[in-house]
């Protein structure tokens, strides 16, 4: 792998992870942290003094031998921040959503495009292992044709006061979905429900419609009494479901469906299968995807179009909560 250096940009509580991450991955490549926040240095350095701690992008920028940005900020300034680092050549991974509208992704994108640079989001689903097997199962055609998914993505906070559960929550299930069915919906519908903030959604449903009779449903919450995180998934020849709030069998495979047999429907119920998958976090697989991704120049899972396709999706949802 060609020695390019990294930087991180954005320390919080997710963007930590990333600089812990990378450092584990690349050691010493990692360079550069940047936070506006003094407070940050001292987790950074406690993962590495020779990490560079600063603010701003102006080092980064200036700095040849970095090729490749994370950046981890809150969701209104990816804009700026991905433009400059894009403009003054930077490869660069940036947390969902990638912007907060889709004409501002679509921006980013044409400016990577044009620079022949890796712009990539952080749909971390992408690269979970367990959805990456289901993935297998479903090309394979061990599930048949789809027919129906549900997400169910529930916890007890952390609640957002600049996003709605929809956008905070959402992505990582909207991108998983399209991943599976290789498109986008041809019909969108959401409802949803404001308890604590004004104009703040704290649970909502949306219901997605695609080609060959293909349906899902996302449901999101932030004011629920126990975490869940499901997935289903419903095939005419299999189903499969991944719950990643188990501690252990988080996948399985139930050969089960309805038979039509003399034009009446008849079940099919046998017992299920735990499906083991690598154990590899997902966050080193991204950032590992993303450094192979610019050292190959290929095109990556969660690029800019992909990034742009769940944004509509998600806009399009908003539209129907407004």
């Not at 690598?278 to 120049?297: V, Y």
Request: with cysteine.
């Amino acid at each position: 792998m060609n020695e390019f250096n990294i930087a991180v940009v954005g320390c919080g509580k997710w963007g930590i992870n990333h600089v812990r991450t990378a450092y584990k991955l690349f050691g010493n490549r990692l360079k550069y942290c940047s936070d506006n926040f003094p407070e940050s240095e001292k987790k950074v350095k406690e993962i590495s003094e020779s990490i560079i701690f600063i603010k701003g992008l102006d080092e980064i920028i200036k700095d040849e031998t970095v090729k490749a940005v994370i950046v981890a900020t809150p969701a209104e300034t990816h804009f700026e921040i991905t433009k400059k680092l894009l403009l003054a050549g930077k490869n660069v991974m940036v947390e969902k959503p990638i912007t907060l509208n889709s004409g501002e992704a679509k921006k980013l994108n044409e400016i990577a495009l044009k620079e022949k640079l890796v712009l990539m989001v952080g749909h971390l689903l992408l690269f979970h292992p367990a959805i990456l097997k289901i993935k297998e199962f479903i090309d394979e055609g061990k599930l048949g044709n789809l027919q129906y998914i549900y997400s169910n993505r529930l916890n007890l906070g952390t609640v957002r006061t600049e996003e709605n559960i929809l956008w905070s929550f959402a992505p990582h299930d909207i991108s998983v979905i399209q991943y599976f069915t290789g498109d986008v919906p041809t019909e969108v519908t959401a409802t949803g429900s404001v308890f604590l903030q004004k104009n703040i959604q704290d649970t909502t449903l949306t219901i997605l419609k695609f080609k060959n009779n293909i349906h899902a449903h996302i449901y999101v919450s932030w004011l629920h009494p126990f975490k869940e995180q499901r997935l289903v998934v419903i095939g005419d020849k299999s189903m499969m479901m991944f719950e990643d709030t188990l501690k252990e069998n988080k996948l399985k495979f139930y050969p089960k469906g309805i038979d039509m047999v003399d034009g009446l429907p008849v079940k099919r119920d046998l017992e299920f299968e735990n499906i083991e998958f690598d154990s590899t976090s997902p966050l080193e697989l991204e950032q590992l995807h993303f450094a192979e991704c610019i050292e190959n120049k290929t095109t990556s899972r969660a690029d800019g179009r992909n990034a742009i396709e769940v944004l509509e999706t998600l806009e399009r949802a908003q539209e129907k909560l407004n």
